[in-house]
């Protein structure tokens, strides 16, 4: 949006998908949510002083003791971000290591598979159509930013 307006003369500033990201952090509130095949419990959302995993992990880790939800969670599901998946300082590999020093089994962790299709399909995309797509924008020959 900014890019688009800048383009048209309008005089705005147009920071970088991180920057963006940063201050979505800065300001977001992270949803916890239990789901099964039967039901959803949004439990509560936490609000964050920033976005890195530590932060990330201790907040969950207070809604575990809260809630008392050890011994009811089996799987995490998150999107595939190196702060979520890193192998020794991502959240879920953390928060797995939790369970396991409270005695309690390693919840498996699923990728959320709406990235991983995500992913995918950029891939292909590009590949096929030879483009470089680059999230948010879209640089496919069919693609017009009037429909953006």
């Known amino acids: 949006m900014c890019r688009q307006l800048s383009g048209e003369a309008i005089e705005i500033p147009t920071p970088s998908q991180s920057a963006i990201h ?18 959803e419990v949004k439990l509560t959302g936490l609000k964050l002083k920033d ?3 530590q932060t990330i992990v201790e907040g969950l880790q207070d809604v575990l003791e809260e809630f008392n939800l050890r011994g009811s969670i089996v799987m995490i599901v998150a999107d ?15 928060l797995q290591e939790k369970f396991e020093e409270k005695c309690h089994p390693k919840p498996k962790f699923i990728s959320c598979q709406n990235h991983v299709l995500d992913l995918f399909i950029w891939v292909v995309m590009d590949n096929e159509l030879h483009g470089s797509t680059k999230s948010p924008n879209i640089e496919y020959f069919f693609v017009f930013d009037e429909q953006l």
């Open 22 to 39: 940063k201050a979505i952090y800065a300001r977001a509130t992270q949803a916890v949510v239990l789901k099964n095949d039967a039901k």
């Open 51 to 53: 976005g890195k995993a």
């Open 80 to 94: 595939t971000t190196s702060m979520n998946t890193g192998k020794r300082t991502g959240v879920v590999v953390w």
